[in-house]
């Protein structure tokens, strides 16, 4: 596939050292060890991820895009996805214009896509910056199937507010460090059912300690029958809730109550004041009473049908951020 004297294809292990320096260079977020690249593209829970590469006619790789196989729930039922993940090009083709049919991020997508419809790929799915919202919105210009984008605000829990206010609603609920483990997946289970949660990006305890096991692991236990009642993982830097789980709506708050009051009581050690919420329709009922605030940031989420089905509206879907 050549377009403007670029050459799309998928990787090949020979790329490698082309690909780490891509990153180095060009990526935004400092460079990766061969062994990361393993880690985070090939060596998945779910498989290997299909890797589109642009390249010059002298050889060069100048551009990269990930399309990371993940299970998700659609009208109840498991199929695997792709999620697009680690769009990287070389900034001297950022400047071509955007709008371009030509442009190496479409073209780079656009491979992408005819392999997930040969793999028979269901979904692909991606979070992307608030800026490429217009272009998204007007996918079939360039080539790709329709596609659905959803908007979500951002809130923020003063956990110091939460403290006062509402220090004795978690009844026997207590927070502590946790781990990700088989007991989190039957609680996943759980809340798929008493949500009535048909569409999702669909989780496991090798998937999540894979994903998010670099952050912070909060658990919330019945105190007497030591039952596991919710999950919250945050990123330790930002204070940015990832994963946020409990048996239903009531517990979900109570599970942000004890959260809160644990890192209020824990601030000398974990240096989170406060923390951050992508407000999906399910947090939105959560959080209905807490003293929340906005927080000047929106998110995005993205996601079609290679083959140009209908899926699900994404308001109906369960999602955190960075999925």
């Known amino acids: 596939m050549q377009v403007a004297q670029l050459t799309y294809r998928l990787f090949v292990e020979e790329d490698i050292p082309g690909l780490l320096s891509l990153w180095e260079k060009f990526s935004g977020w400092g460079g990766i060890s061969e062994q990361q690249f393993y880690d985070w593209h090939i060596n998945t829970p779910n498989g290997p991820c299909t890797i589109v590469v642009a390249q010059t006619q002298d050889g060069d790789i100048i551009g990269q895009m990930v399309f990371r196989p993940t299970k998700v729930l659609i009208n109840g039922s498991e199929v695997i996805g792709y999620r697009v993940m680690a769009p990287i090009l070389n900034t001297n083709f950022r400047e071509s214009d955007l709008r371009s049919y030509d442009h190496p991020s ?96 669909c989780r496991s305890a090798d998937w999540l300690q894979w994903r998010r096991g670099d952050d912070l692991v909060l658990e919330v236990n019945d105190v007497q029958t030591q039952e596991l009642k919710g999950v919250v993982i945050i990123k330790k830097n930002t204070g940015q809730v990832v994963e946020l789980i409990a048996e239903n709506i009531t517990d979900i708050k109570l599970t942000l109550i004890a959260v809160s009051n644990w890192l209020y009581q824990n601030s000398n050690e974990i240096k989170i004041s406060e923390i951050k919420l992508m407000l999906t329709p399910i947090i939105e009922q959560a959080v209905c009473d807490l003293p929340v605030h906005s927080i000047n940031y929106r998110f995005a989420f993205v996601c079609f049908n290679p083959q140009n089905k209908e899926l699900p509206l994404l308001r109906d879907w369960f999602i955190m951020p960075d999925e």
């Open 106 to 201: 479409h073209c780079m997508i656009r491979l992408g896509n005819a392999h997930a419809i040969a793999n028979n790929i269901q979904v692909i799915f991606f979070s992307p910056s608030i800026g490429w919202v217009p272009i998204l919105k007007v996918f079939p210009g360039y080539g790709l199937p329709d596609t659905q984008v959803a908007l979500f605000d951002c809130i923020g829990i003063d956990v110091s507010k939460i403290k006062t206010v509402r220090a004795n609603e978690t009844g026997l609920l207590q927070a502590g460090v946790g781990k990700i483990s088989e007991k989190y997946e039957k609680l996943w289970e759980r809340f798929i059912v008493n949500n009535n949660i048909n569409n999702a990006i």
